[in-house]
């Protein structure tokens, strides 16, 4: 028996959702939604199963991000993107793990509902802009048009240097030593000193509702939370493919993406909202 295409192609769906959203709660309501349409067609008289469930896929997911763009608007504090626990199959498809990044996603955020769509599909998917255009409803030129836009816009906010995952991995581990130990001065060393730490508790959790810039204040803020708590420890894990850490303080826990450049740490990702944390005990399944 063939199995049914949107069983083939649910990870790659499922990552389509996921960047176009930063949410995985989102992304599989935005699956059960494109499901039950696909449900209702004659999968015999779909010429390319996996073209047409992307632009089914991407349709909803932008119903739902013209909803969120509003409802995001009125978030308490920070908003952050949902992190996902991966596998290092993840991490090891450098262009997937970049373009599912907390950092990644954190950018992807400043565009526009079909600007976003558009850069996901042609930067990440590689589709043709004919293929595009379908699922956004513009013409081909339009959507040219506005990858190239959405390129220049991420390209001037994206980290400008990549560095190697086992770079990344050696800084982050000695982060969370530190951290775990409350040592001021290691954490001043592993720190860019224009490194901005984000906070997102949702209104749920104690959080900053701005952002920490700078070494000193973003070291002196770990180091007041390390004293002000009984246990605090630290696991090294991947987020979104790329090296980071789930750390709890009195056992309630957040999960925390880096992004790191020239053996530094310039921005820091705190997520703490409770709703957010979801998908940190088993790792999701992407594709593209």
């Known amino acids: 028996m063939t199995e049914d295409p949107f069983v083939t192609h649910r990870s790659l769906l499922f990552t389509v959702a996921y960047e176009m959203l930063g949410s ?13 349409r696909w449900a209702g067609v004659d999968a015999s008289q779909v010429r390319d199963p996996r073209a047409y469930l992307v632009r089914t896929v991407t349709r909803q997911a932008l119903n739902r991000l013209r909803t969120l763009s509003r ?10 993107p949902e992190p996902l626990l991966t596998s290092p199959d993840v991490a090891e498809d450098v262009e997937l793990a970049e373009s599912v990044s907390i950092a ?17 599909l042609r930067e990440v ?11 956004v409803g513009k013409t081909a030129a339009a959507v040219r048009q506005i990858a190239r836009r959405a390129r220049e816009h991420v390209a ?16 982050v581990d ?16 592993i720190m860019s000193p224009d490194v901005v730490m984000i906070t997102d508790g949702g209104g749920v959790v104690p959080a900053a509702l701005t952002p920490f810039h700078g070494a000193d204040a973003v070291a002196r803020v770990l180091a007041r939370a390390h004293r002000a708590v009984d246990t605090l420890a630290t696991t090294a894990v991947c987020l979104n493919g790329t ?23 310039t921005r820091i990702y705190v997520v703490r909202n409770p709703h957010k944390l979801a998908y940190l005990d088993e790792p999701a399944e992407l594709a593209r």
Do not use: C, K, N
């Open 24 to 36: 995985a709660a989102d992304a599989e309501d935005v699956l059960q939604e494109s499901w039950l």
């Open 71 to 80: 409802s995001r608007e009125d978030y308490v504090g920070e908003w952050l």
């Open 104 to 120: 990644m996603l954190t950018v992807l955020e400043t565009l526009g509902p079909t600007e976003r769509a558009v850069f996901v």
């Open 125 to 135: 998917f590689d589709l043709s802009y004919g293929e595009i255009a379908e699922a």
């Open 156 to 171: 001037a906010r994206r980290p400008r240097v990549r560095v190697s995952r086992a770079e990344q991995q050696a800084v």
């Open 174 to 189: 000695r982060f969370l030593a530190a951290l775990r130990t409350g040592h001021l001065r290691e954490l001043l060393e």
């Open 243 to 265: 090296p980071a850490g789930r750390i709890e303080f009195d056992g309630e826990p957040s999960a925390v993406g880096f992004t790191v450049e020239a053996g530094r740490i």
